[in-house]
């Protein structure tokens, strides 16, 4: 039995020696005890977006990214746009092949034109794009990590999760167990092992933290700058000392150019 069973059990035990008003005080948080163990964060729906009469008004930077605090805006936007990218959009498209995306793509725009006021410039809806593919990607992904048992294909493909259309499945399978496939997997993994300086950014975009630091500073962050903001912990210390060797060498090397710039 689990230990939170186990107090409930005990609680019980207790109540039932005592008067009718602490029996029913304990009865209630017992309950209160019961509900709160048994809560969970369940899948994201959006309700409100999709329910909503009005459109929700997206603003974007001058490279057409969406760069305020909003949810909706930073997290939600993009989001929507995927869940109906999923739905609509092959599991067993290949990469390579993106003019098969093209009539995907427009079906998802239309439908965020529909919930969303966003500029219909080039750079917010390649942004837009962009980030459908992305998050294509990333939802194959999820699902190889879940779902993917080495050398167990067969029993694989009779378990189709509920989030995928049954007759994508199999195909989605065969590509996991490709033996070329399987080979491409383990490079990238080694691969992925290498990389040691990723971003502290957590779930906030780039956008947002270009945008804080101009309201701060009065003035747009170059790269380095940005790389210096995205790369440190909560402590103000960096990611790692061989980020912090080569960032204060870049810093070097900015100061000189700058300083060669002004003796012409």
């Excluded at 040691?196 to 956008?207: D, I, L, P, Q, V």
């Amino acid at each position: 039995m689990a230990r939170g069973s186990k107090s409930l059990k005990i609680m019980e035990l207790l109540e039932a020696h005592t008067s009718s008003h602490h029996e029913s005080t304990g009865q209630e948080n017992d309950a209160s005890t019961q509900e709160k163990q048994s809560r969970h964060r369940g899948k994201t729906v959006m309700a409100n977006v999709w329910t909503s009469m009005e459109k929700f008004i997206i603003k974007v930077d001058k490279y057409g990214v969406p760069c305020t605090k909003d949810r909706c805006h930073t997290k939600f936007f993009p989001w929507c746009a995927c869940k109906e990218w999923r739905s609509m959009s092959q599991l067993t498209f290949l990469i390579g092949d993106m003019k098969i995306f093209t009539p995907y793509k427009a079906k998802c725009l239309k439908l965020l034109m529909t919930k969303f006021d966003f500029p219909h410039t080039q750079e917010t809806v390649t942004w837009i794009l962009q980030n459908l593919n992305k998050r294509w990607r990333d939802w194959k992904g999820d699902l190889k990590a879940e779902f993917y048992i080495p050398k167990e294909k067969e029993r694989v493909l009779v378990e189709p999760p509920s989030t995928v259309l049954e007759e994508q499945w199999p195909g989605l399978v065969r590509q996991w167990y490709n033996p070329r496939n399987e080979e491409l997997a383990e490079i990238n993994k080694r691969n992925a092992k290498k990389q040691n300086n990723a971003h502290t950014c957590g779930r906030k975009s780039f956008a947002r933290i270009r945008k804080e630091i101009e309201n701060e500073t009065g003035k747009e962050p170059d790269r380095l700058t940005m790389w210096d903001a995205t790369h440190k912990k909560k402590d103000g210390s960096y990611v790692n000392e061989e980020f912090r060797k080569k960032l204060e060498a870049a810093h070097d090397l900015q100061v000189s150019y700058t300083s060669s710039s002004a003796n012409f």
